[in-house]
C-alpha cells in the first residue's frame, strides 16, 4: 500500500510540475513577461503543495476507504448461509421482507367465522371480526469488540483478522438460534401448548452430561407417537410438523432402535427424517423446564440440578416465525488506531424469532422418577 502511494506522489508531482509550468508560462507570456520568473515560480510551487495536500488528505482516508469495501465483503458473508443446513430456523416462516426500520407491524387475525349445515334460519347473523394489530421490535445482537494487534497479525502464520470475523459470525449464529428455540418451547402446559413427560423405560443413567442429578425416563418412539396424537385431537395441520430432539433424547432413540443412527447422520446433508408426521431435527441448546410444573425457565437462568429438567421442543412451521434486519460492521483500522497500534472490529445485527401466536407448540421433556 505504502509503495502505492508513494507511485501516486510522483505522479501528482509530475502532474503539479507540468500544469504548473505551463500555466505559469502561460500567465507570464501574457504579461509580456519573462518566460521563467518569480511570479511563475511560486505559481508552480502553490500548485505543488496544492496536490501534495490532497495526496495527505487521501493517505489518511485511504485506510477508510479500504476499509469499507472490506465491510461489504465481510457484511455479505455475515449473511450467506446464516441458517445452516439442518437448522430448525430453516423450517420457519421467514418475516423479513416485512420488516420496517426493524420492526414488525401486523394484526393477528381474529376467529374464523361459524359454518352454518342446512340452516332454515334467516337473515344469517352477521359478525365483526376483530382483528388485534401487533408490533414487534427487532432484537439488538452486538458482538464484543475484538482487537489484533499489529505485532499478532506480522507474527501470525494466517490472517487472524479473517479467523476473527469468522468467530463473530459462529457467536451470532449461537446466540440467535439459542434465543429462537428458547423462544418457540412452549411457556407451560396448557390446551394449545402442551408439554408431555417422557414415558420410556425408567434408567439409573445420570444426566450428568447436562448437569442434572437424578433418575429419569427415556424419551422414546412411543412419546413422538402421543405427540402427534395431541397435535391431531387439536386439528392443527399435518403439514410442517417439526420437533427438535435435545440430544439426550435423539441418543435414547438411537438406544431404542439402532437402524436410526444412520437416519441422525444424514440431518446434516439436508436429508429429511420424518417420524409420525414430525421433520426430525436437533439442537444443542432447547430450553431447560422445571420437571415438576412444567414451567419453562427463564432464558440464561442457571438450571437446578435436582429440579430441572431437559426438553424437545415440537411447533407447526406456520405458527413460527424469524425475521431479520439492519445489520453493521464495526472497524477501526490500525492506521488509524494510533493508541492501539491495532484493527478492532466487532459486529450487530437485528434479529428476532418468536411464536406468531402462540399456540400449536409443544415440548416434551424428561421425567424424573422416585428415587
Known amino acids: 500500500m505504502k509503495s502505492k502511494i508513494f507511485i501516486s506522489f510522483l505522479s501528482f508531482v509530475l502532474t503539479t510540475l507540468i500544469v504548473g509550468t505551463a500555466l505559469a508560462t502561460g500567465a507570464n507570456m501574457l504579461a509580456g513577461e519573462p518566460a521563467v520568473s518569480a511570479v511563475g515560480t511560486s505559481a508552480v510551487v502553490g500548485f505543488m503543495r496544492m ?218 446433508t439436508g436429508k429429511v427424517l420424518d417420524l409420525y408426521g414430525f421433520k426430525i431435527l436437533n439442537y444443542s441448546a432447547n430450553p431447560v423446564y422445571t420437571e415438576s410444573t412444567g414451567a419453562k425457565k427463564a432464558f440464561g437462568a442457571a438450571a437446578s440440578a435436582a429440579n430441572d429438567t431437559i426438553a424437545s421442543v415440537a411447533f407447526l412451521e406456520t405458527e413460527v416465525m424469524k425475521a431479520e434486519g439492519d445489520q453493521e460492521m464495526f472497524y477501526m483500522p490500525k492506521s488509524l488506531n494510533t493508541t492501539q497500534r491495532a484493527d478492532e472490529v466487532g459486529f450487530q445485527k437485528r434479529f428476532v424469532a418468536v411464536p406468531i401466536r402462540g399456540v400449536s407448540t409443544s415440548a416434551i421433556i424428561s421425567d424424573r422418577t422416585a428415587a
Request: charged share 20%.
Open 51 to 268: 496536490g501534495y495536500y490532497a495526496l495527505f488528505s487521501f493517505e489518511l482516508n485511504q485506510a477508510s476507504f479500504f476499509a469499507g469495501v472490506n465491510k461489504e465483503i465481510w457484511l455479505d458473508y455475515l449473511s450467506e448461509n446464516f441458517y445452516r443446513t439442518g437448522s430448525f430456523l430453516q423450517n420457519v416462516m421467514d418475516w423479513s421482507p416485512f420488516v420496517e426500520y426493524n420492526t414488525l407491524n401486523f394484526a393477528d387475525a381474529g376467529g374464523d367465522p361459524t359454518v352454518l349445515v342446512d340452516n332454515t334460519t334467516y337473515p344469517i347473523d352477521t359478525a365483526q371480526r376483530t382483528d388485534t394489530a401487533k408490533t414487534i421490535a427487532l432484537q439488538t445482537y452486538d458482538t464484543e469488540n475484538t482487537r489484533v494487534r499489529n505485532v499478532e497479525e506480522m507474527e501470525s502464520a494466517y490472517n487472524k483478522m479473517d479467523s476473527v470475523i469468522r468467530q463473530h459470525r459462529n457467536a451470532l449464529i449461537q446466540s440467535t438460534h439459542d434465543r429462537a428455540i428458547h423462544a418457540y418451547g412452549p411457556a407451560s402446559d396448557a390446551a394449545n401448548t402442551p408439554v408431555l413427560l417422557t414415558g420410556g423405560e425408567a434408567t439409573a443413567a445420570l444426566l450428568t452430561e447436562v448437569g442434572l442429578t437424578g433418575t429419569f425416563k427415556k424419551f422414546s418412539l412411543k412419546d413422538i407417537a402421543r405427540l402427534k396424537v395431541k397435535f391431531d385431537l387439536a386439528d392443527w395441520p399435518v403439514d410442517g410438523r417439526v420437533l427438535v430432539l435435545h440430544p439426550m433424547h435423539q441418543m435414547d432413540l438411537i438406544e431404542e432402535n439402532q437402524n436410526l443412527f444412520k437416519a441422525f447422520a444424514e440431518l446434516r
